[in-house]
């Protein structure tokens, strides 16, 4: 796959670098294997650092940020949804590619990590090509969704792994909202953030060709230790933890620390 995006996303590491000066008061991430209603409880005995926040990127559609601010598919009915393989409101096709079972708890603060019912998260991804539904691939919309999070704390979507293009290593986005109505309302989000996925995982998966093309080629260039976002031991909680394998596919965990 061309490295089509790579002018794209330097431009963006130059906006990400302005940012960096807001991070601290907004709300980080953190590798955990807690994202299970059990471990949403669990999570309340240990610190989570807060991440700084990360660029939007240029495929959002979430009515704000990227190259076409009039994509907005939290607008859109069926948006609210945990499983976002699916294109959805009208629009058809499914994404393909090992499924990937997606857990984020979200705490109320980094000190306790208390678990933070009622707040929402709307994430997106590219699918296995590389490509952004609306954007790269505007026939369809799948690979996002919408989640309120229950008393619990967490969020849980369906997806797959996502694919690796050209100047990035592989993520997710997200932005988290006081509730989902806020999101659909189009308030600002409390966080604007990214989660890494392990290389080794990855790998696996990438070894399939026809299904992830030249993922496998560019993650070799640009995996997580590598990519701008998630380098450096200080930000190795940015990383999802993931276990599972390509037969019966993957559960990746976080948790969205808020400060």
Known sequence: MPDRFASQFAADLDRR???????????????????????????????????????????????????????????????????????????????????????????????????????????WQCDARGDYSLYTAPQVNY??????????????????????????????HLEVFRDAAAAVAGEAPLLVSQ??????????????AATYGDSAANHARWPATRDWAFRGADRAHMVLAMDGDVERGFTARATVALG
């Open 195 to 208: 989660l890494g996925l392990p290389p080794e995982p990855c790998d696996a998966v990438y070894a399939d």
């Open 17 to 123: 670098r302005v940012l960096a000066g807001l991070a601290g008061g907004i709300g980080g991430l953190v590798l955990a294997g807690c994202g299970s209603r059990a471990g949403a409880q669990a999570v309340a005995a240990q610190e989570c650092p807060v991440t700084p926040t990360e660029i939007r990127g240029p495929f959002p559609a979430d009515g704000v940020g990227g190259h076409d601010r009039t994509i907005n598919v939290l607008a859109l009915d069926g948006a609210e949804r945990g499983d976002i393989r699916a294109s959805f409101a009208g629009m058809a096709g499914e994404a393909a590619g090992v499924p990937l079972a997606i857990e984020l708890a979200l705490a109320a603060n980094p000190q306790d990590c208390a678990a933070l019912a009622g707040h929402a998260v709307y994430l």
């Open 143 to 172: 690979l996002r969704g919408l989640q309120q999070a229950g008393a619990d704390g967490v969020v849980r979507f369906t997806s797959i792994v996502p694919g690796c293009y050209g100047g990035r290593a592989p993520h997710l």
